[in-house]
């Protein structure tokens, strides 16, 4: 006999009441668990970038950061294919005691949120890595390669030899300092155009004049490198120009490997005093009169003790810089990888060294010494055996002191990081890991929120199934 419609249904409801197991019942309660996970998802991101920088280098604690906007993360370097050094990524430990940082008032404090891809603090002297983050990974490093071009060029060529400037070299991109095709120069006034105002048809120039071909030149710097005791980093591009504009889509270097390159170029006169020159005057070969302001001018005239030495920036590896101080008695060296505002970065992390004692170990890591003589020539025996003499001092082929190094370092090498690892690990502090945290969290609270729908449907027909009349 068939049942009664009202028992069919259970107790009769009002208009405006839905059925449980209709749509309308269920879209509140779905949306509202969907609106839960975004918000779940927004809480993450929220917190991600605060969790994921850890704990505030403790020198820079005491300078509140004031950019509001997040630069852009640029790609990883083509192929940089880093030879694994010793060591795991240091950092100098939280406990370390915050010094009272000195006024830069020409120099904003960096952004604390947003730490650089990579940074070195060295002493030039001792060669002790003070403070690293990321040192052995491979990145863009923009025109802080010109350094390598300039040393390898003085290695090639002398400065009171000239060039003929070729169409490739003419029309390369700016910044440039407007050279053209058959003109000729000299290679002193192409280093300092390359050095003082980061000019990269001079940084082609060059290379054509040094090698024959800028290819052929990239080969040159990357066995430079190799005896300078760099392991992480591949050279393509004199200039320092990545992407389509690069030679092989640009340089890899890490900055343990440019904190080498730097204390090399210290120790040669002709490069450091370009480095520091803040305006330069020159006619060239067109009778044009050139004035070159120095694009490092906002540091040199804003830091005490600065002397260089090369800034760079493209839109893919931002703002980069290797600079030097020097403070009663004391020179060291930063460099900085992947930032919003390298200067800034640089003045900070620079007043975290000079407040550390002299003669401390820091992290533990020394670069190698110095093996290149004050005209940039490589010294005797300057094969890289992974072995020294502590307390050496370097000495060029006459016996005399390496102009620009205060003492030797302790070890021919400091120890090695496991670039790999710390590329796979993407320690605390990497722009990505506050994302991934977020996208996590995110997705696993839609899955959580579309198993409660399930289960709370299935039990809403369990129980109206329940309370049906026997027939």
């Not at 209709?22 to 969790?51: D, M, N, Q, Y």
């Not at 990579?118 to 040192?135: N, T």
């Not at 070729?166 to 050095?195: C, F, H, N, Y």
């Not at 804003?302 to 004391?330: E, H, I, M, N």
């Amino acid at each position: 006999m068939p049942r009664p419609a009202s028992n069919r249904t259970g107790p009769s409801r009002g208009a405006g009441t839905p059925d449980p197991g209709s749509a309308g019942a269920r879209l509140p309660f779905r949306s509202a668990l969907v609106a839960a996970a975004l918000a779940t998802c927004v809480v993450a991101a929220a917190a991600g970038p605060a969790a994921a920088v850890g704990p505030v280098p403790p020198a820079t604690a005491t300078r509140l950061g004031t950019e509001s906007v997040r630069p852009p993360r640029h790609p990883a370097a083509p192929d940089p294919a880093p030879t694994p050094s010793a060591t795991r990524s240091t950092e100098v430990p939280p406990t370390t005691p915050a010094p009272t940082l000195p006024a830069h008032p020409s120099i904003p404090p960096p952004a604390l949120r947003w730490p650089p891809d990579a940074f070195v603090v060295a002493d030039a002297g001792s060669g002790a890595v003070l403070a690293a983050r990321h040192e052995h990974r491979a990145l863009l490093p923009a025109s802080t390669q010109k350094l390598m071009t300039a040393l390898v060029a003085l290695q090639l060529l002398d400065e009171r030899e000239t060039l003929t400037v070729g169409p490739r070299a003419a029309a390369q991109p700016a910044m440039r300092i407007g050279m053209k095709t058959g003109e000729v120069w000299t290679v002193a006034d192409a280093v300092r155009s390359l050095l003082i105002v980061s000019a990269n048809d001079a940084a082609y120039a060059l290379a054509e004049r040094a090698s024959g071909r800028v290819e052929a030149f990239a080969d040159a710097m990357n066995a430079a490198a190799r005896r300078l005791g760099m392991h992480d980093s591949t050279f393509r591009d004199p200039a320092g120009l990545d992407g389509p504009e690069g030679v092989g889509g640009g340089s890899a270097v890490s900055a343990f490997d440019l904190a080498v390159l730097a204390r090399n170029v210290l120790a040669v006169p002709a490069l450091a005093g370009t480095a520091r020159t803040r305006e330069y005057h020159f006619t060239g070969p067109d009778g044009v009169g050139h004035v070159l302001s120095n694009h490092l001018r906002r540091f040199l005239d804003g830091y005490p003790g600065a002397f260089g030495l090369k800034p760079g920036y493209t839109s893919r590896a931002l703002s980069t810089v290797v600079a030097a101080a020097r403070r009663d008695g004391r020179t060291l060296v930063v460099t900085i990888l992947g930032a919003g505002d390298s200067v800034a970065w640089a003045a900070a992390l620079l007043d975290r060294g000079f407040s550390t004692p002299t003669g401390s170990e820091g992290t533990g890591a020394v670069l190698p010494p110095v093996r290149v003589d004050s005209h940039g020539r490589f010294l005797e025996a300057t094969t890289d055996t992974g072995t020294g003499t502590a307390g050496r001092g370097r000495r060029d082929a006459t016996g005399a002191p390496v102009p620009g190094v205060l003492v030797a370092p302790a070890a021919e090498r400091g120890r090695a990081v496991n670039a790999g690892a710390n590329d796979s690990e993407d320690p605390a502090g990497g722009y990505g890991s506050w994302a991934a945290v977020a996208t996590a969290t995110g997705g696993l609270a839609l899955v959580a929120g579309a198993a409660f729908v399930g289960a709370a449907t299935l039990s809403r027909r369990r129980r109206r199934r329940s309370r049906r009349p026997l027939s």
